[in-house]
């Protein structure tokens, strides 16, 4: 459970980073269109999501701030010109208090969901490249545990290695760029959803069986 919101988190992460340093967008994020996307959701979705956005604001008072959203992206290796990370947040901020609450985050999320203008490739490289800081074209485990602290998912070493381990085709005790891009698919919200209600119809057959 902890890995998939880690991977939701990346691709926020990756949405935000490319909204933030597109001037247009701020033309192009509809509220109406976003309550209408956010009424497709359910309430697993509207859930997870919220599991994300708790992970980008630490001080947990329900509101990313200026300064949060900076300090995050600076610690990733993701750092943004501060006059984008205020034209971002002035078109989050429905309400005007110069902040992003929980509310306004998932209906930017909504309204953003299904836009994918890269490929999964592209995608993956973009945030494998945040996390190898020394160009090295692999992941330690001290390495992607130090990314993973910033984003407040609370994962411990052992976990950060079981991940390593789980991806490591190569067993060459760190994540290459591929491994990196196959922890992104496999755990992509879409597949995850689809697990859940194949469970959740497993769970449902058994019970009517009884």
């Excluded at 604001?57 to 990733?76: A, R, T």
């Excluded at 985050?105 to 945030?127: K, S």
């Excluded at 945040?130 to 130090?146: Q, V």
């Amino acid at each position: 459970e902890k890995t998939a919101h880690l991977v939701r988190a990346f691709l926020v992460i990756y949405k935000m980073r490319m909204f933030a340093s597109n001037e247009s967008n701020k033309h192009d994020f509809d509220r109406t269109e976003a309550a209408m996307r956010r009424q497709a959701f359910d309430e697993f979705e509207i859930r997870e999501v919220a599991k994300t956005f708790d992970a980008f604001d630490p001080s947990g008072d329900g509101s990313i701030s200026h300064e949060e959203f900076e300090e995050l992206m600076e610690n990733l290796g993701a750092s943004m010109k501060t006059d984008s990370i205020q034209r971002m947040i002035k078109v989050l901020d429905a309400d005007g208090d110069g902040e992003v609450s929980k509310e306004e985050f998932i209906d930017w999320y909504a309204h953003n969901a299904g836009d994918e203008d890269v490929t999964q490739e592209e995608r993956a490289e973009y945030l494998f490249q945040l996390f190898d800081t020394r160009n090295a074209g692999e992941l330690t485990i001290g390495e992607f545990k130090m990314k993973l602290d910033t984003l407040n998912v609370g994962f411990t070493i052992d976990e950060v290695g079981a991940i390593v381990n789980e991806l490591d085709e190569d067993k060459s005790g760190t994540i290459g760029m591929e491994e990196f891009a196959n922890l992104l698919n496999r755990y992509h919200p879409q597949e995850l959803k689809k697990d859940h209600y194949k469970k959740a119809d497993k769970k449902e057959s058994k019970s009517c069986c009884c």
